[in-house]
């Protein structure tokens, strides 16, 4: 028999309906973000970005599911429509797409808190006690249960899902709250110089994961009175917060690890540095985010496809991959692939050496490559003899972006542009010859 405690939980969130902010362009992220908004980025080997915050919600039994989307939508909706669109209404669940459609009035999006308050008339239609407002650029496991139990028993009107950081992590980069020893938020800051520490944990600050839990009617309120007032930015962190801690019960969820005795797993992956790395840390042996784990999956949509394949054991041309993670549908032919990360259908062809390096779906690498600390992008097709990232003269020279810790990002126009470059040369070299 499910326990009390099971199902109290299991009530709590099927009168919950949460919204995914998926709207943001990820400017951080350079050329990856040039034809997809941040939550449509490709992440750890099959999924997006945006398949955690909505796995999250599906295994903690929340199954009424809205996505407000923005900037350059067509392949995060495609990906929605393909993985996500398989719940049914009638059973009372339901993932939908509500793109900006400027049902209030001539404007798009225009902060977070705006997004929400475009979209009170569809939340009100679900009819819910609670309403959960996600981040939709975020990787991360969460049981959003009992943050939605905790919510009911402080008597909130608003929650806050934090992390705790170091302050100089935190410092001009995350919301930070100050909170009593009840956790109740007695102050934020929107992206502080000095952060203020967590009682008892100096150095140590709780910053905002931009999740948050509103009783629905206290939300449309909040919503209604910033729409009204001249000069607000529409923004959770910027307005509505500060907005109302003093008057209302607002409280501060610390996000914990069940399983981890640490600082829980959870991570922006907003600069390509921070996507390099996030990506990089699947292939160790043991890491932290565990995507084998049958009792937490993390859904998406994948195609059929043929399992990885290795070729040719010869001396001087082996296939192998080692510390690597290789998706569906890849081959790899006569050449090393390293503490890399491979999606789905990529082709390595022969003498070519993979180091560090995150390849996105459908790339073809030709032979004698030479590739180190890079990302690929999609259907990129690197061209034979090329080395990437082992003098980033030359790369920038190429066309193509270095990072401030060195990480090359390669796109395809990038690589159209170096085409065209090296036609010219040759094209002046037979008339100067």
Known sequence: MPSYANRYISSLTRETYALILAGGRGSRLHELTDWRAKPAVYFGGKHRIIDFPLSNCINSGIRRVG???????????????????????ELGESVEILPASQRYGDEWYCGTADAVFQNMDIIRHELPKYVMILS?????????????????????????CCIEVPCEEAANTFGVMTVDESKRVRRFDEKPASPTSVPGKPGTCLASMGNYIFNTEFLFEQLKKD?????????????????????????????????????????????????WEANME????????????????????QEQLPPAKFIFDNDDRRGMAVDSTVSGGCIISGSLVRKSLLFSNVHVHSYCQIEESVILPGAKIQRNCRIKRAIIDRSCEIPAGLEIGYDHKVDKENGFRVSKKGIVLVTRDMLNELAKKLKQQEQDNKRLA
């Open 282 to 301: 699947l292939v160790m042996p043991e890491p932290q985010l565990d995507l084998y784990d049958p009792s937490w999956p993390i859904w998406t949509y």
């Open 227 to 275: 729409a009204e007032t001249e000069g607000s930015g529409r923004d959770f962190g910027h307005d509505i917060i500060p907005a109302i801690i003093e008057e209302h019960n607002v409280f501060a969820y610390p996000f914990r690890d069940p399983g981890y005795d640490g600082q829980p797993y959870w991570r922006d992956v907003g600069t390509l540095d921070s996507f």
């Open 67 to 89: 996505i407000a989307t923005q900037y350059k939508s067509h392949s995060l909706i495609r990906h929605v429509n393909r993985a996500w669109g398989h719940f049914k209404k």
């Open 136 to 160: 939709g650029d975020h990787v991360y496991r969460m049981d959003y249960g009992g943050l939605l139990a905790k919510h009911v028993e402080n008597g909130a009107d608003m929650t806050v």
